[in-house]
């Protein structure tokens, strides 16, 4: 018999507004996605001809470069990200591990499934690896800005660098959705201002318009192909923050991110990379800062003043990333629960992680320090997001070819030439290995070592678990089978699901009892903010002795102890200290030597799931009521 039941169940906290209505929103787009790709010009032309390779500026080097500039943002950013990935949604979520989540939605036999999947999860290590270091060499990159103006004050760089992003690390428990709304003024002015300050070059040089045609590109690399090879590594600067945008699709939704980078963000990155092509056409002295000294001299203060906010919104961008794709890790089965708490009720994907957020504080401050200078680091960033790309590529094939149904004839092309411009710039940036290229891969390596070993574990611990569960018909044999007495009472079992919880077959066989009053108390999370009073409860008796109390609540919300017990005694069923008791049941895995899984792979599964956050309820009920029940179990 099933029964519904409105006694008010969850709280439902105060939480900050989301802005509403497409404009607000494609503001607060700008201020949170674009951060990244839009402080890009401050270090990518700079690095083409001052970085490590140190190329001597000439007229059709400059003009090349800034042709491979603009169509890579073309190519890259517009149609690969914006026009064609970020139809790929999981439920609205974006981001490479969402894209990995897709795939399960395909046809397509085990191994190929299997395959997909492993490359969908290094991708998102790698999104990790190159996480932390976007805003590092951001912020340092505007900073560095005082060593024209004020060359007294360099020492002082790296410590205001950390003080600043310290301060944005600290902002991000108020959530995007305010973050967003501050940020999205300053950069619609930054966007205005490196386009006035491309523009105000452009017309002195005109003729640097001419490289918005492919063949200044291929000219290059036909007339030098080393020098264009070796320049990709820096080219590839121009697109930072390209997976991030696609990664923060959940915060604000397709159309937002569209409108504002056609409309907005791409023309003013064009107007700038030209401006500074054509800066150093004039004078080529300027490569060693071009961004900067685009700037008039009365201007300069201002000018860093806002660059330096600008790049630390650059690294927002990053962050929201690494929270959406944390929580779809968490959902997907890839990491153990942690604390994801939800900002807006208006938007699901705005979230903040805290242990997620100040691992990558302290990891971005520790590269800042190690690193010292923003030439350094641009020098350690490629490999790992040049990866992402290819990856991306891959899985966004098959889901064309698979989910879409696209014909061969389109998508054969396309993935040829996103495959070869993704390997491309993949090659080049494999000649950064030594001089830093390593550090995002390492940390990928590692992440993805956590990554796999969780799902492998969960794994084998579920079907452990679901041997050793009774469904309700076995329940019902056993109890008779072994003559268990029904003693008065009541026990409440918590679970995170509909089924049976194992705890309660253990119960029976250790206790040797059964309660007159046996509730499963299932808590199950909506996809909504916050779930009608009508909606929240269904009471289902399962047997003589047996209810199973389905607690619905939206991800805005949270459940309640003393509402849970008002319920249970609204419904008949006697709840009070001495004879009633509320379970909460716990796994303890012990690693055993094993088929299944290495035995190095299930210690790192048991260290995580033993400091994983435990599904937390708000029991306001007497302490001497809660049952803490562990079960070892060797897998």
Sequence with gaps: MTTAASTPRVTRPRR????????????????????????????????????????????????????????????????????????????????????????????????????????????????????????????????????????????????????????????????????????????????????????????????????????????????????????????????????????????????????????IVMPALFCNYLGQAALIIRTPSADGNPFYLLVPHVLMWPMIILATMATVIASQAVISGAFSMTDEAIRLGYLPRMRVRHTSAAHRGQIYVPFVNWALCLAVVVLILGFRDSSNLASAYGIAVTGTFVITTILITAVARKQWGAPLWAVIPLAGLFGFIDLSFFGANLLKFFHGGWFPLAVAIVLFTVFMSWAAGLRLLRARMAAETLDVAELEGYVAAHHVPVIPGTAIFLTGGSKLPMALGEYLRKGGNLRANTVQAAFLVQQVPTVPLDEQLRFVELGPHLTRLEVRYGFMEYPSGKALIAALRAHGIPVAEGNSMIIIHTVDPLPVDSKGMALWRKHIFAFLMRNARQPQLVLTVPQDMIMEWTTLMRF
């Design 16 to 263: 900050p507004k989301a802005p509403s209505g497409m404009g607000r929103l494609a503001v607060g787009a700008i201020g949170v996605v674009f951060g990244d790709i839009g402080t890009s010009p401050l270090y990518a032309f700079q690095e083409v001809f001052a970085g490590p390779r140190n190329l001597d500026v000439q007229p059709d080097r400059a003009m090349g470069a800034v042709s491979m500039i603009f169509w890579t943002l073309t190519l890259v950013v517009s149609v690969k990200y914006v026009l064609i990935v970020m139809r790929a949604d999981n439920g609205g979520e974006g981001g490479i591990m969402a894209l990995t989540a897709y795939i399960h939605r395909l046809k397509i036999s085990a191994k190929s499934l299997a395959l997909l999947s492993a490359l969908g999860v290094f991708g998102a290590a790698l999104f990790y690896g190159d996480g932390m270091i976007t805003p590092a060499v951001s912020v340092l990159s505007a900073i560095e800005g005082i060593e024209v103006v004020a060359p007294s004050l360099s020492s002082y760089v790296e410590i205001v660098a950390v003080v600043i992003l310290l301060l944005l690390f600290a902002s991000q428990r108020y959530g995007t959705a305010r973050v967003g709304a501050a940020f999205g003024p300053v950069m619609i002015v930054w966007f205005a201002v490196i386009a006035a300050l491309g523009i105000a070059s452009i017309v002195q040089t005109p003729g640097v318009l001419k490289a918005i045609s492919p063949t200044y590109a291929l000219g290059l690399a036909i007339s030098e192909p080393l020098v264009a090879f070796v320049s990709l590594g820096s080219v590839v600067l121009c697109v930072t923050g390209a997976e991030a945008l696609y990664a923060d699709m959940g915060h604000f939704g397709k159309r937002p991110i569209r409108l504002s980078w056609f409309w």
